[in-house]
């Protein structure tokens, strides 16, 4: 499943709140206060989101999430496959990351731990990519697109941090610093903003696969259009 997105740009406008600059729609010279708003709004739900997955607060993170995604998950699924799980992933053939068997509720309940080598319980962290050897420290964020109904909205960053070779394989202790695209998306619901997507996710407009789909049509995201909003640069010798 390819997810395509039209995002329309064609002048930039200084925006001196939040320190955006604008990139207007076509025919447009000025998206109306809200749509900026809401930038603002989500650029500071991004911090806070991504703040809550560095410190494994399962339950914050849960509550980020659709509600009917928290239907179908309880927060016990939700940190049992690290974050990284589908609403019917009992229904689906590729119903979690790491394959295999799907264990029972009740199992996921008994066992909210992970065991190590030595079968000692260490406490689950929520993971970005389903490569284990890559812990994300920081993002710089590149870009908040808000549909123009005002109802969904992408925020595209680039993850910093550093990735280590697999030891078992390599038999050395060997790693590098990385940086990631990726991309949240995010829906309105009730009047607040709830992820909605979990994709592994190159850019906004690069047709990435959509892996972890939650409940929302993706023939609606195809067809939306974008209101863009970039941070301002920030000057040399001088604060962002």
Avoid: C
């Avoid at 699924?77 to 609403?87: N, P």
């Avoid at 689906?92 to 068997?101: E, K, T, W």
């Amino acid at each position: 499943m390819i997810l395509k997105v039209k995002t329309t740009m064609m002048i930039l406008v200084p925006v001196l709140a939040f320190q955006f600059f604008l990139l207007s729609g076509e025919g447009r010279t000025d998206s109306g206060p809200d749509h900026l708003q809401e930038a603002k709004k989500l650029a500071g739900l991004e911090v806070d989101y991504f703040q809550k997955k560095l410190r494994n607060d399962w339950k914050a993170l849960h509550g980020y999430q659709h509600p009917d995604f928290r239907k179908r998950v309880s927060i016990e699924e939700f940190q049992f496959f690290d974050g990284r799980v589908l609403y019917n992933y009992r229904d689906a053939a590729d119903h979690h990351v790491s394959g295999g068997l799907t264990p029972s509720l009740e199992f996921i309940k008994s066992n909210p731990e992970k065991k190590d080598v030595l079968g000692f319980p260490v406490p689950r962290k929520y993971q970005w990519f389903s490569n284990p050897f890559i812990t994300i420290q920081g993002y710089d964020l590149k870009r908040v697109s808000i549909s123009e109904n005002g109802n969904y909205a992408m925020v595209e960053m680039e993850l910093r941090g550093i990735e280590k070779l697999n030891p078992a394989v390599v038999r050395a202790d060997i790693q590098f610093d990385v940086k990631k695209p990726y991309v949240d998306y995010w829906e309105k619901v009730d009047g607040q903003w709830k992820i909605t997507l979990l994709v592994n996710a190159a850019s906004i407009s690069g047709g990435s696969k959509v892996r972890y789909f939650i409940p929302n049509s993706n023939a609606a995201w195809e067809k939306m259009k974008f209101i863009a909003y970039v941070p301002r640069p920030k000057a040399k010798g001088g604060k962002k």
